[in-house]
Nanobody, 116 residues
Framework: QVQLVESGGGWVQSGGSLRLSCAASGLSFSTYAMKWYCQAPGKGRELVAA????????IYADSVKGRFTISRDNAKNTVYLQMDSLKVEDTAVYSC?????????WGQGTQVTVSS
C-alpha cells in the first residue's frame, strides 16, 4: 500500500520559514518524480514545485521562485519543501504527489498558515 505522509506545516508569521517533509512508503521512490501542490481556501489546487526522480532538475511556480526550494533524499524516501520569506498569500494546504508515467499518488496534506 502506497502512503505519502506530509509533516512540518503549522503557523508562522510573515517573513518566517517552514520546512515541509513528505515521507513515502510502498513504492519505488527513486523512480518517481515528486511534486508539491497547494490549495488555498476557495481556490483550486496549484503546482508549487516539482523535482525529477534523481533530484537534478526542479521547476517552481513563479510566485515562489527564489523563496521555496524543493529537494529529495532517495535514501530516506522523502521529499522536502523549504519555504522561506513566507507571505500571507502562501496560506494553504500543501500536498505532495508522486508521479511515474500514468501512476500518481497523493498525500493527505498539511496546513500552512502565514499571519501578518
Amino acid at each position: 500500500q502506497v502512503q505519502l505522509v506530509e509533516s512540518g506545516g503549522g503557523w508562522v508569521q510573515s517573513g518566517g520559514s517552514l520546512r515541509l517533509s513528505c515521507a513515502a512508503s510502498g513504492l519505488s521512490f527513486s523512480t518517481y518524480a515528486m511534486k508539491w501542490y497547494c490549495q488555498a481556501p476557495g481556490k483550486g489546487r496549484e503546482l508549487v514545485a516539482a523535482i525529477n526522480s534523481v533530484g537534478d532538475s526542479t521547476i517552481y511556480a513563479d510566485s515562489v521562485k527564489g523563496r521555496f526550494t524543493i529537494s529529495r533524499d532517495n535514501a530516506k524516501n522523502t521529499v522536502y519543501l523549504q519555504m522561506d520569506s513566507l507571505k500571507v498569500e502562501d496560506t494553504a494546504v500543501y500536498s505532495c504527489r508522486a508521479d511515474r508515467f500514468l501512476d500518481h499518488y497523493w498525500g493527505q496534506g498539511t496546513q500552512v498558515t502565514v499571519s501578518s
